[in-house]
């Protein structure tokens, strides 16, 4: 009696307690302190983006150092990992987004931000040129803002590999508006099928996802839409359900190639299992308003070319360079043979130029384009630039002193004593080791509440995957939202949608 008294103690004081640290977490986001309004006199340094590595670099960057700009097309940062799950509706795309301004609103030093696209850097003037691409302009665009020191995080776009119909007649899966129109879409073509007077051809047409690569983004997509059918779709439009498909076509052998064999083997079983069809060595070739045309490689070598009607195409292959990290590379001589994006040394400078450093999906410094390897490229950056900031403010201290000892003001001996230790300092700070990306593992979601994981453990690797990987992808992913505010939205759309199902309104 007296251990589950204190069990039941234990608990309430533990419940208690986390209430009470998400209100304070609430209050202190609604109330943020004062802001130093920022120094034109100090260095601008000029951040393109408001992805995972500009974020990053951001969320860890002593704001008050620099004169600091960020510019961004995007006035938000997207938690990418959760993108999937709104293409359904299971989670709100609301919910997995937060204002830059708000994040820039929490930080000590004020930092400017610029709601544009910049469209050109000129390295040797030391000033970018940036458009208002948004609906209502800017008095001046194209716009040129000067810098110091600028970050290139411009992520990547979407890879077409110039496959003809491509951009006109699929949908791809990076922004939130890409989800939108999936989400619509799914619905357009139930409802559509379901309406009376259609042919069979026509509903079948209808009612076929397709979805192009089997990397990450395909895999997880095909599993939350196989979902969708499932836990809804066939409940509410009971009618058509037996003609809804998924198929998804990969041209390598396999799906998820980063993921080890054995879990390769349990996400193909798995995706069988959802009744999602798997074609492997097929390559899509052409794509035109209601067919995917692909070759299939078949185990004696032959290609055959089929035809395959669809409803709904989703385009994951993968990422390309953007325009603007394109016109970087062909001015900067040094980077003549980079071809995946902005070569970067150890310490993410571009290769070639002055001030200027890249992260994430833009720079090839050798690591996965992946939101791991951009968010830990940005902090890195983020020390970096404190250094350099506490080194110029040391250097600048041990000169006051070294100036005041030549004139034989003060007391000689203190101020040498103060510049050794000073000295001393600076050495430490000067000794940043160059970017190391720790891999914390992969996670994927495969469909029928089951993840896979290929996560370090102790020294080791640990390949898992089923329904408790599947608490375990919920939690890691919960615990990396950016914000309390994600957090506790994503918590409740999950809730809403296990009680009332997701909403298959089509706004
Ligand atoms: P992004 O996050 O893409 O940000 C680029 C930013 O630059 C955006 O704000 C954009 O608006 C802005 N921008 C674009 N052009 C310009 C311009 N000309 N001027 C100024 N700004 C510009 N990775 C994982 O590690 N784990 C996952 O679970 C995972 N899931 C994913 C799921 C999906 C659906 C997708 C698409 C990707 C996923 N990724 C995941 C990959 C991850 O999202 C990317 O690697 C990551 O977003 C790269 O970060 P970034 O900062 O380089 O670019
Ligand atoms: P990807 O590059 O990982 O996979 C694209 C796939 O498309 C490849 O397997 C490729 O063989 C295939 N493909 C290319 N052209 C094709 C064609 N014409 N026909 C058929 N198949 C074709 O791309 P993805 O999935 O968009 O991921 C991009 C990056 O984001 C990766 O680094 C990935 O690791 C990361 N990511 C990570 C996630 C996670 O960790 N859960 C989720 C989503 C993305």
């Known amino acids: 009696r007296t251990t589950f008294r204190w069990i039941w103690r234990l608990t309430y004081l533990s419940v208690l307690g986390t209430l009470g640290y998400t209100a304070y977490v ?18 601008t340094l000029v951040i393109l983006g408001t ?72 390295t040797e003037r030391k000033v970018i ?39 006109e007649h699929s949908c791809f899966l990076k922004e939130i508006g890409d989800a939108q129109r999936i989400r619509k879409k799914i619905m357009d073509c ?94 899509v070739k052409n794509v035109t308003e209601n067919t995917v045309e692909a070759e299939i490689s078949k185990p004696d070598g032959t290609k055959e070319r089929v035809q395959i009607p669809y409803g709904l195409l989703v385009w994951a292959t993968g990422n390309a360079v953007r325009p603007i990290v394109k016109d970087m590379m062909s001015r900067i001589p040094a980077q003549k043979d980079s071809r995946r994006g902005l070569a970067v040394n150890e310490y993410l400078v571009v290769q070639g130029a ?21 968010s830990q490229e940005g902090s890195f950056l983020a020390r970096l630039f404190n250094n350099m900031a506490k080194t110029e403010s040391l250097e600048g201290r041990i000169h006051d002193l070294s100036s005041k000892m030549n004139l034989k003001a003060g007391n000689a001996a203190d101020d040498a004593r103060e510049i ?12 940043v080791k160059p970017f190391r990306y720790s891999h914390q593992g992969s996670l994927a979601y495969i469909g029928s509440e089951k993840a896979v994981a290929d996560v370090s453990w102790w020294n080791g690797n640990l390949a898992t995957g089923g329904s408790l990987t ?31 199902g997701r909403d298959i309104s089509r706004e």
């Open 26 to 43: 609430i209050y202190d986001d609604r109330n943020p302190g004062e802001q130093s309004v920022p120094d034109p006199s100090k260095k």
């Open 51 to 122: 992805g995972w590595g500009s974020v990053a670099l951001l969320k860890n960057l002593n704001t008050e150092n620099y004169n600091v700009v960020v510019v961004s097309p995007r006035n938000y940062f997207l938690f990418t990992p959760l993108l999937p799950s709104c293409t359904t509706g299971l989670i709100e795309h609301r919910s997995i987004m937060e204002p830059v301004r708000a994040i820039l609103r929490h930080k000590k030093g004020a930092a400017n931000y610029y709601e544009a696209e910049a469209t050109h850097v000129d």
């Open 129 to 167: 040129t940036v458009v208002d691409n948004s609906e209502i302009k800017g008095p001046a665009t194209p716009n040129e803002i000067p810098y110091d020191m600028l970050v290139v995080g411009v992520g990547a776009e979407n890879a077409t590999f110039g496959i003809p119909g491509v951009r």
């Open 190 to 283: 139930v409802e559509t099928a379901a309406l009376r007077g259609q042919s069979e051809e026509e509903m079948n047409r209808l009612m076929h996802m397709v979805v192009v690569g089997g990397g990450p983004t395909g895999v997880e997509f095909a599993g939350e839409l196989q979902d969708f059918f499932e836990e809804d779709i066939k409940k509410l439009v009971p009618g058509i359900s037996p003609r809804f498909k998924v198929t998804l076509i990969e041209a390598l052998p396999n799906v998820l190639p980063s993921f080890s064999k054995q879990l390769i083997d349990y996400t193909e079983n798995t995706l069988r299992e959802e009744k999602i069809d798997i074609m492997t060595k097929t390559m």
């Open 354 to 374: 002055r001030d200027v450093w890249a992260v994430g999906d833009c720079a090839v410094a050798g690591y996965a384009p992946t939101a791991q390897v951009a």
């Open 420 to 431: 050794e230790l000073l000295e001393k300092q600076l050495r430490r700070i000067k000794d």
């Open 470 to 500: 599947y608490l375990f992808w919920r939690s890691a992913y919960l615990s990396m939202c950016f914000s309390t505010r994600n957090r506790v939205l994503v918590i409740l759309d999950w809730l809403k949608s296990k009680a009332f």
